[in-house]
T-cell receptor, first 111, second 114 residues
Framework: NAGVTQTPKFRILKIGQSMTLQCAQD?????MYWYRQDPGMGLKLIYY???????DKGEVPNGYNVSRSTTEDFPLRLELAAPSQTSVYFC??????????FGPGTRLTVL | QKEVEQNSGPLSVPEGAIASLNCTYS??????FFWYRQYSGKSPELIMS????GDKEDGRFTAQLNKASQYVSLLIRDSQPSDSATYLC??????????????FGQGTTLQVKP
């Protein structure tokens, strides 16, 4: 199993551009999560999903959107990128709401 | 607002010593607590979970939970240089209806010196 994969690893965006961060898992987990981690800080939940077709907002959803059309994929869309969205983005999945397995992260810089 | 608080450190201990990491939480409805380890530039990895008051031991790690004091701790015995990392405390729900949402603290950086 590849586990949780994220692409790209690094990205530089200009202010106002849009992009999609990809997340996929091959463990057939129902629960998936998107977090952002600012330097020296913990993780903040952006959006989460409890199964295909079901998504909901976390602590910091503004400026982001998600979709979950399949169990495997949970892409995160950034519209109109702003410098405040410079962060490391982690995707995670879980089989049971307890153990979350994290992807390697995407480091995003908005200039 | 639900919060989980940790001292950011760094906490420095000599090799072989006991490292004690602490965490407090504001939401009395939190029922599950987790410790994640994060090496620099890497993703978090779950090392301990605890749901009931008291101690839970797993190898060199012991998690402690005191719901009355809203306090969670992680003890690492016989600390090794490879334990040097940031330790993230997180609180969440449990049982029916739980979505697995977690509130994370800012993390405590542990340095184990040879």
């Amino acid at each position: 199993n590849a586990g949780v994969t994220q692409t790209p690893k690094f990205r530089i965006l200009k202010i106002g551009q849009s992009m999609t961060l990809q997340c996929a898992q091959d463990m057939n987990h129902n629960y998936m999560y998107w977090y952002r981690q600012d330097p020296g800080m913990g993780l903040k939940l952006i959006y989460y999903s409890v199964g295909a077709g079901i998504t909901d907002k976390g602590e910091v959803p503004n400026g982001y959107n998600v979709s979950r059309s399949t169990t495997e994929d949970f892409p995160l869309r950034l519209e109109l990128a702003a410098p405040s969205q410079t962060s490391v983005y982690f995707c995670a999945s879980s089989p049971d709401t307890d153990t979350q397995y994290f992807g390697p992260g995407t480091r995003l810089t908005v200039l | 607002q639900k919060e989980v608080e940790q001292n950011s450190g760094p906490l420095s201990v000599p090799e072989g010593a006991i490292a004690s990491l602490n965490c407090t939480y504001s939401d009395r409805g939190s029922q599950s607590f987790f410790w994640y380890r994060q090496y620099s530039g890497k993703s978090p990895e779950l090392i301990m979970s605890i749901y009931s008051n008291g101690d839970k031991e797993d190898g060199r790690f012991t998690a402690q939970l005191n719901k009355a004091s809203q306090y969670v701790s992680l003890l690492i015995r016989d600390s090794q240089p490879s334990d040097s990392a940031t330790y993230l405390c997180a609180g969440g729900g449990h049982g029916s209806g739980n979505t697995g949402k977690l509130i994370f603290g800012q993390g405590t950086t542990l340095q184990v010196k040879p």
